[in-house]
């Protein structure tokens, strides 16, 4: 895997993980409105946080990976 692809695969990582948050601020706004059920506000707070540790997982095996093409 060259450098640039790399880059671009970080790149789509980091949006990713941007658009989470924005979603996991949207939901905890939600719990504001009355009509938000809270039930379903606690099933998205806790996917969020599934998917934001998988993706540290993934960061962290990337930056592994780098470290051993770099060597």
Known sequence: MNANRIERALERIEAAMERMDAAREGALAATAQPSA????VVELVNAHEKLREQVSETLRELDDLIGKLED
């Not at 059920?37 to 379903?40: K, Q, V």
């Open 37 to 40: 059920s809270s039930a379903r």
